[in-house]
Every structure is written in structure tokens, then in C-alpha cells.
């Protein structure tokens, strides 16, 4: 199965500053196979990224995500309070569907 | 819009079956694009694909589980269920059903149920 690394483990920054999150993979995932969760504190996954470019309805465009291949990121362009989650990347290039170990992003 | 809802036992004892339904709302189970999935969360740990399957009975497994894990619907209620064998304590977690729009294979999930809490004790 395709082995999912994100970093940093946690992120900590201030309201406004720029948050870049990366995911990697243990082999290619295709162009874009890759989508990215946010999951606040007690509450479900919600889905922001899917084809690792493209937003999900609703989601504000200060989210945004690139890379392809093995190396992905999600960029939060400019941190805000309500962005304080765990971040998840998910591959469906192959299964089964692998997830990565998450960044915790914290407001400083 | 949809809406999907987990619902069964919040404590199941070591050895026994797991069991678990989805109730989906705002769309048909039997969708040609779509593919329903289960997945859970160990407390304080990441995420975990169980499997996920279509109308068709097409399935895919995580092959860790795939051994103790069945799946069904229920198309007069718009439910799909989760039974997962022989659990123990490595079993507690949060279960989340969700759907994918993947015609042939599934992709990414959207959206998610709210989840379930299910501890494993005797």
C-alpha cells in the first residue's frame, strides 16, 4: 500500500501568517490522486482539496493545493483563527485508500 | 443535500461482533456514481479506511480488516451496514461512514457522517 508522510507534525503560527503543509508519498500517486481533510476538534473530516488542485465546494480560496507525483502541499495563505485543525492527506491512487498521520496546525 | 448518519451500539464486548449502519438522506444508496465507505479513528489517532462498496456489490478492502469486515445494504431504508468480527480493545474508535463520488473506484470522500463512538469492553 502507498505510505502517506506528512510534515510538520504540528504548526504553530500567528493570525494572517502563511501555513504550508506538506504530504508525502511512498510512490507515485499519479498527477493529482490526492485529496486533503480538515478535521476541527470532535467533529468529522471535512473534505477541502480533492485531485490535489481543486477546492471543494464551499471552501475559501486562502486554501490551496499543488504538487503532484510523490509531493503535495496545502497552502493556508492566510491563517485565521477558525483554521486551528488537524490536517489529513488521502491518497486513492491505488487501495486501499491510505491516509497520512496528520499536521496539527495551532494559533500562536 | 446529503446526509449520512451513523447509528448502532455505543459498547460491544471483546470477541463479539461490531455492527453499525449508515443512514443516508438527500440521495439514493443504489447511485451510479457513488461509492460508500467506512472508516475510524482511534481515540487521539488518525484516520483508518475500513472499506467501501457500490450497488453493485463491488467492494474494496483495507486488507487488514478485510478478514472480519462485511458489508450490506438496505435499499428500502437508503441504509448501508458495517459488521466487523472478533473485536477487541484495538477496535475501539470513532466510525465515520462517508460517500465518494468515484464511478469506477472510489476516490475522495464527501461528505461525512457525524461519527459513532464504539468501546470495546467486557
Known amino acids: 500500500e502507498i505510505v502517506l508522510t506528512q510534515s510538520p507534525a504540528t504548526l504553530s503560527l500567528s493570525p494572517g501568517e502563511r501555513a504550508t503543509l506538506s504530504c508525502g508519498a511512498s510512490?507515485?500517486?499519479?498527477?493529482?490522486?490526492l485529496a486533503w481533510y480538515q478535521q476541527k476538534p470532535g467533529l468529522a473530516p471535512r473534505l477541502l482539496i480533492y485531485?490535489?488542485?481543486r477546492r471543494a465546494t464551499g471552501i475559501p480560496d486562502r486554501f490551496s493545493g499543488s504538487g503532484s507525483g510523490t509531493d503535495f502541499t496545502l497552502t493556508i495563505s492566510r491563517l485565521e483563527p477558525e483554521d486551528v485543525a488537524v490536517y489529513y492527506c488521502?491518497?486513492?491512487?491505488?487501495?486501499?485508500?491510505?491516509f497520512g498521520g496528520g499536521t496539527k496546525v495551532e494559533i500562536k | 443535500q446529503l446526509h449520512l448518519q451513523e447509528s448502532g451500539p455505543g459498547l460491544v464486548k471483546p470477541w463479539e461482533t461490531l455492527s453499525l449502519t449508515c443512514s443516508v438522506s438527500?440521495?439514493?444508496?443504489?447511485?451510479?456514481?457513488?461509492?460508500w465507505g467506512w472508516f475510524r479513528q482511534a481515540p487521539g489517532k488518525g484516520l483508518e479506511y475500513i472499506a467501501s462498496?457500490?450497488?453493485?456489490?463491488?467492494?474494496f478492502y483495507n486488507p487488514s480488516l478485510k478478514s472480519r469486515v462485511s458489508m450490506s445494504l438496505d435499499t428500502s431504508k437508503n441504509q448501508f451496514s458495517l459488521k466487523l468480527s472478533s473485536v477487541t480493545a484495538a477496535d475501539t474508535a470513532i466510525y465515520y461512514c462517508?460517500?465518494?463520488?468515484?464511478?469506477?473506484?472510489?476516490?475522495?470522500?464527501?461528505?461525512w457522517g457525524q461519527g459513532a463512538l464504539v468501546t470495546v469492553s467486557s
Open positions: 462517508a460517500r465518494s463520488p468515484g464511478a469506477d473506484v472510489p476516490n475522495w470522500f464527501d461528505p
Open positions: 438527500g440521495d439514493s444508496i443504489i447511485g451510479i456514481r457513488s461509492y
Open positions: 462498496f457500490r450497488h453493485d456489490r463491488t467492494t
Open positions: 510512490q507515485s500517486v499519479n498527477i493529482n490522486y
Open positions: 485531485d490535489a488542485i
Open positions: 488521502q491518497q486513492y491512487r491505488s487501495s486501499p485508500a491510505t
